[in-house]
């Protein structure tokens, strides 16, 4: 568990807040690496790579000095998330993943994530629709700015009948993951998670565009 100001300052009310300096209170943000297991061997030969079709993703990827530059602040963005670890935890289990994000609830609202998945490891913080600014790309900074990822989109988590589900879609316009390669992503991660139910949608699933607009109208 890592824990950045800077990244706090930028995410603003998706941020939480640490003491207050000078007697305001001082934002901080929780980004989260996992070591996960048998990404290799799940997805073979599929990646993800950066989308040609996507504005966002040809202002970071294409070959420019402005998308070097633009490279150059997001691995500068990664670092300052990724370099000071706050916390070092085990998880043995996916009731014990659940339990550290607090059941995908904070302040008493539900809460989205982005997240990003390399070879063999699971990048991942809280989102939202002001996370950093419009022009910067979720997913890249996760990737530290790599052309490729094995799968990238968001998840969160529900609650019925006192069970627990993990809900992961495709959402990241940066690097378009496939909608056939979700049987892959749960698959992975219900070998790594048995415990809990894993779910996956496509982004534009109306279960995924509900779920997005209850929190929007909550926050």
Known sequence: VHLSKLGGLMAGK???HDRPILGFPFPRYKAYSMHVFHVPEIFSDEYQFWNPNHDRAILIFSDTVEARLARASIRTLHYALYNKVAERVE???GNELL???DY?????QKRRYTYSLLDNL???SETGNQFFTDKMSKHAIHACAEEKVRFAGE???EEEGGKYQLILNNDSGTYAS???ALPLLAKLLRVNFPDIEIATLHFEDPKVQLFKQSLHRNN
């Open 99 to 101: 339990k550290l994000l």
């Open 155 to 157: 998840f969160h988590i």
């Open 91 to 93: 998880i043995k289990s």
């Open 104 to 108: 995908g609830v904070r302040n008493g």
């Open 178 to 180: 496939r909608k056939e």
């Open 14 to 16: 998706h941020a939480e």
């Open 122 to 124: 699971l990048r991942f």
